[in-house]
C-alpha cells in the first residue's frame, strides 16, 4: 500500500521544500501567496490522526494558543487548516538555527552568550504566563535564534492553560514533555505544574548550553529518576572557569522544589542581569534544601508509563522502603515457620 503523499499546497501557502520532521509533525519551507511572505507549514502526520483524533485536537489547540501570543521571543502562527486529509498550521519562517543546532556546530556556548538567549526566552515565557500559557516543552529545540541573533519560542503542541485546563488533553498523572528536561512535577503529573516548571526546563537547557550536554542521562526512566532524586551535577564538572553566581543561578532554576526555584520571571531576568553584568545576585550561595525532602522517585504510574517506551530499571529503594522490605520478608518466615510446626504436630 503506497502512503498518501502530502499536498503541494496548504491553503494560501505553496510548499518548495521540506525542512525537517519530529514526532509531532513535518515542517516545510512555503510561500504565502496572498501575504508574499516566506512560511514554514507544519503538517501533522497522517498516521498520528488515525490512530488517535486526540492529537489533531492538541495540533490545532497549539494554533489557538500560539495565536494569542504577540511577542518578540515567540514564533507567531499565522493560519491553520486541513488540506485534504491534512492537517497544518501556517508559522512565520524564522531563518536561522535551533539552540540544539547551535551546540552541536559549536560544541557548547559562552556562558553570556547562553544567559542572553535563556533572558530572552524568559521574557516570552514572562508574558505567555501572564496570558495564563505555560509552555511545558522548553528545550533546545524549541528555542530558534533568527537572523538578527533574537531568540524565539517555537512548538506550543504541550501547552496549557494555567487557569483551567478546559480542553481535557491532559489527563490525570499524564506525563508530558521531553524526559531530559522535564521538572520532577511534570514528571509525575502533567496537570499539577505552573509556570515553575517551565523555569525549570529552561535552567536545564541553559545547563545543555554551555556545558554542551544535557546534565542527566541513562533511558527514559533512569533519567526521569534522576530529576526527581538526585543533585543537579556541577556545571564546573564541564566548564571549570565559571563564575559561582552562574552555578548559584542554575541551581535555584533547577530546584526539585516548585517553592524553592524563582518566584516569577521578573525575579530570574533580575538574577540574569545581575549575572551578566557582574553584580551579585539574589540567589548567591543556594543551597537545595529540597532534597533532603526529595520525593522518593517518579510515582508508579510514571514508570508503567515508561515500560512501553524503555527498558525499566529498579532504582535503589529508600532506606524507609527497604526496612518494610525487610519486615515483610520477616512475617513471611514466621508464617511459614509456623504452618510447618502445625503440619509436623497433625502428622
Not at 491534512?86 to 512565520?92: A, F, R, S, T
Request: net charge negative.
Amino acid at each position: 500500500m503506497n502512503e498518501e503523499r502530502p499536498p503541494s499546497t496548504y491553503g494560501k501557502c505553496v510548499v518548495e521544500r521540506k525542512l525537517g520532521e519530529g514526532g509531532m509533525g513535518a515542517v516545510y519551507y512555503g510561500h504565502h501567496e496572498s501575504l508574499d511572505v516566506p512560511v514554514a507549514i507544519k503538517v501533522l502526520p497522517r498516521y498520528l490522526d488515525i490512530k488517535d483524533p486526540e492529537y489533531a485536537h492538541r495540533f490545532f489547540r497549539e494554533a489557538r494558543l500560539a495565536a494569542r501570543l504577540s511577542h518578540p521571543n515567540i514564533v507567531r502562527v499565522l493560519d491553520s487548516g486541513t488540506e485534504g486529509n491534512h492537517h497544518y498550521l501556517v508559522m512565520e519562517y524564522i531563518d536561522g538555527p535551533t539552540c540544539r543546532d547551535k551546540v552541536e556546530k559549536e560544541g557548547r556556548l559562552d556562558w553570556k552568550e547562553a544567559v542572553d538567549v535563556v533572558k530572552q526566552v524568559a521574557s516570552g515565557l514572562g508574558y505567555a504566563a501572564d496570558k495564563g500559557i505555560i509552555h511545558r516543552d522548553i528545550t533546545p529545540d524549541n528555542i530558534m535564534i533568527d537572523s538578527e541573533g533574537r531568540a524565539r519560542i517555537t512548538d506550543l503542541g504541550l501547552a496549557k492553560e494555567a487557569a483551567a485546563d478546559r480542553t481535557g488533553v491532559t489527563r490525570t498523572g499524564a506525563s508530558l514533555g521531553t524526559p531530559y528536561y522535564m521538572s520532577p512535577e511534570q514528571i509525575n503529573s502533567a496537570r499539577d505544574v505552573d509556570f515553575r516548571a517551565d523555569i525549570y526546563s529552561l535552567g536545564i537547557t541553559l545547563y545543555h548550553l554551555v556545558c554542551g550536554v544535557v546534565p542527566y542521562t541513562g533511558s527514559t526512566f533512569e533519567v526521569m529518576t534522576k530529576h526527581v532524586r538526585e543533585p543537579l551535577p556541577s556545571p564546573k564538572k564541564h566548564v571549570e572557569d565559571l563564575p559561582d553566581a552562574f552555578c548559584d543561578v542554575i541551581r535555584m532554576m533547577t530546584a526539585k522544589e516548585p517553592e524553592q526555584r524563582y518566584e516569577s520571571y521578573e525575579a530570574l531576568t533580575d538574577d540574569l542581569d545581575r549575572l551578566l553584568e557582574g553584580e551579585e545576585v539574589s540567589a548567591a550561595g543556594f543551597t537545595e534544601e529540597s532534597m533532603v525532602i526529595a520525593h522518593e522517585g517518579p510515582s508508579e504510574d510514571m514508570g508503567n508509563r515508561s515500560q512501553e517506551e524503555t527498558q525499566v530499571i529498579n532504582p535503589q529503594a529508600p532506606a524507609n522502603k527497604r526496612v518494610i522490605y525487610v519486615a515483610v520478608a520477616v512475617v513471611i518466615v514466621v508464617i511459614i515457620a509456623a504452618v510447618t510446626v502445625v503440619l509436623m504436630v497433625t502428622m
